[in-house]
Structure formats: structure tokens, C-alpha cells
């Protein structure tokens, strides 16, 4: 051990006692089921730590690292013995073991040339309604930001019953803004937002003085393919 840490050999990491305690896997801190935490990380008191006696720590014949806490720093005062398996361990020793094990995607920064060469930039609304066509579609929002859904049907146009709500809900709950669920951009005479001009608009940010801005934003375009939404 070090002061406030435990040491597991072949991992260099330091596994500090609160993240130890918070992290125990026995069914009464995670539900056998569910793999739910059963209690609240704020209930780890800072200074937890294990138990004085010998042995409190220790490598089983498993290979799993045992800690027995010291009672006095459990709300019930009762003893408490934790285990975790080196996989578990190792997992969140870095971010890179962790990353992998959550398979998360990796952002992408591209100009125009390097995003027209994705292969699924463009997904029709069909193919999206499938398991791995919205895997590709997520996919490739979440690396580059940016999709093109073509192949919208176009019949309804009113804001009620728009095609471009069904498509937005696929991805996530539309949330609700001061401009209405949603709403049309167009050029209007003596207009008190600049979003509802003809002018330029290059790239740029939305509703950046709210405090939890969108993640994504769906428009809609008529095109002779039907309608691409990004």
C-alpha cells in the first residue's frame, strides 16, 4: 500500500480507498441483477480506509485483490470485505483500458474533402429505421458530427406532424426551445433575430447563453432526392 492508495502487482496505478470502497462489488453494494449501485458514492466517507488488523489486504489464491474496511468508517459499523478481479482492476487503471472497454468513438476533426469521403455520411431514412443502420448513423455522428439522411418522406409539412420530429426522436427527445419544438427559417422583413434573414451564416454555435446547450441539431432541406436532414 501507499498512503491513501492500494498497489496491485502488475498495475502501476494506485487505486485510492474511496474509489475502492465506492467501487466494491458484493451483491449488498451492487444488485446482483441489475449491476446497479445499491448505494451513493456520498456515503463513502473521505477518510475511509482498512481495517488495522493483519491481512486486511491481500491477494486471494484467485487472483483478486481482498480488502477488509475498517468498521468505524462504515455507516452500519458492521465489517465489510471487498474484491475485485485484476481484469476489474486493470480496466480502470488508465483511460486507454477504459476507453476501450466502453468502446467509445473517437471524434474526428475533417474539412470538407476529408467528411465527403466517409462512406456513411449519407444514410437513407429506410436504411436508418435498421439496427446497423443506426449504428452506422450514431457512429458517424458521434466522429464527425455530421449526417445526411436522404429519402425523408416530405408529404406532411405541418410543424405538428413533420416527418423531421419522427426522424429526430430515432437519435434522442427533442427538447423544447424558445423558438417552439420546431419551427421554419426564413427570410423575414424587419426580422429581431439575424436567423431569420437572408444573410450568410457561417459556422457557428447556438443558443450558447443557456446553460445545457443542444448536442444536435436536425434541418431540413428540399432536394430532388426527397429531404436531407443533418
Same mark, same amino acid.
Not at 492508495?5 to 449488498?28: E, G, H, K
Not at 437519435?171 to 439575424?194: L, P
Given at each position: 500500500?501507499?498512503?491513501?492508495?492500494?498497489?496491485?502487482?502488475?498495475?502501476?496505478?494506485?487505486?485510492?480507498?474511496?474509489?475502492?470502497?465506492?467501487?466494491?462489488?458484493?451483491?449488498?453494494?451492487?444488485?446482483?441483477?441489475?449491476?446497479?449501485? *445499491?448505494?451513493?458514492?456520498?456515503?463513502?466517507?473521505?477518510?475511509?480506509?482498512?481495517?488495522?488488523?493483519?491481512?486486511?489486504?491481500?491477494?486471494?489464491?484467485?487472483?483478486?485483490?481482498?480488502?477488509?474496511?475498517?468498521?468505524? $468508517?462504515?455507516?452500519?459499523?458492521?465489517?465489510?470485505?471487498?474484491?475485485?478481479?485484476?481484469?476489474?482492476?486493470?480496466?480502470?487503471?488508465?483511460?486507454?483500458?477504459?476507453?476501450?472497454?466502453?468502446?467509445?468513438?473517437?471524434?474526428?476533426?475533417?474539412?470538407?474533402?476529408?467528411? $465527403?469521403?466517409? $462512406?456513411?455520411?449519407?444514410?437513407?431514412?429506410?436504411?436508418?429505421?435498421?439496427?446497423?443502420?443506426?449504428?452506422? $448513423?450514431?457512429?458517424?455522428?458521434?466522429?464527425?458530427?455530421?449526417?445526411?439522411?436522404?429519402?425523408?418522406?416530405?408529404?406532411?409539412?405541418?410543424?405538428?406532424?413533420?416527418?423531421?420530429?419522427? *426522424?429526430?426522436?430515432?437519435?434522442?427527445?427533442?427538447?423544447?426551445?424558445?423558438?417552439?419544438?420546431?419551427?421554419?427559417?426564413?427570410?423575414?422583413?424587419?426580422?429581431?433575430?439575424?436567423?431569420?434573414?437572408?444573410?450568410?451564416?457561417?459556422?457557428?454555435?447556438?443558443?450558447?447563453?443557456?446553460?445545457?446547450?443542444?448536442?444536435?441539431?436536425?434541418?431540413?432541406?428540399?432536394?430532388?432526392?426527397?429531404?436531407?436532414?443533418?
Amino acid at each position: 500500500m501507499v498512503p491513501g492508495a492500494v498497489v496491485v502487482p502488475s498495475i502501476s496505478t494506485p487505486f485510492p480507498f474511496t474509489w475502492l470502497r465506492d467501487s466494491c462489488q458484493c451483491p449488498s453494494c451492487i444488485h446482483p441483477s441489475t449491476r446497479q449501485k *445499491l448505494r451513493e458514492s456520498s456515503s463513502v466517507p473521505l477518510n475511509v480506509q482498512p481495517s488495522n488488523e493483519p491481512g486486511a489486504v491481500t491477494i486471494s489464491n484467485d487472483s483478486k485483490l481482498v480488502v477488509q474496511w475498517d468498521p468505524r $468508517s462504515e455507516p452500519d459499523k458492521q465489517p465489510h470485505t471487498s474484491s475485485y478481479s485484476f481484469d476489474f482492476l486493470k480496466r480502470y487503471s488508465n483511460a486507454e483500458d477504459l476507453h476501450s472497454f466502453h468502446r467509445d468513438v473517437d471524434t474526428v476533426k475533417w474539412n470538407a474533402a476529408e467528411v $465527403s469521403s466517409s $462512406s456513411a455520411l449519407y444514410v437513407s431514412y429506410q436504411d436508418l429505421q435498421t439496427p446497423s443502420g443506426l449504428l452506422k $448513423s450514431i457512429t458517424q455522428l458521434a466522429q464527425y458530427g455530421l449526417l445526411f439522411v436522404t429519402q425523408v418522406p416530405s408529404e406532411k409539412t405541418s410543424d405538428q406532424d413533420c416527418e423531421l420530429q419522427n *426522424l429526430a426522436t430515432i437519435f434522442g427527445e427533442i427538447r423544447e426551445t424558445f423558438y417552439g419544438r420546431v419551427w421554419d427559417v426564413k427570410n423575414i422583413k424587419n426580422s429581431k433575430n439575424i436567423a431569420y434573414t437572408n444573410l450568410n451564416l457561417d459556422l457557428h454555435m447556438d443558443l450558447l447563453i443557456l446553460q445545457d446547450t443542444k448536442s444536435c441539431i436536425a434541418f431540413e432541406t428540399a432536394s430532388k432526392g426527397g429531404l436531407r436532414c443533418s
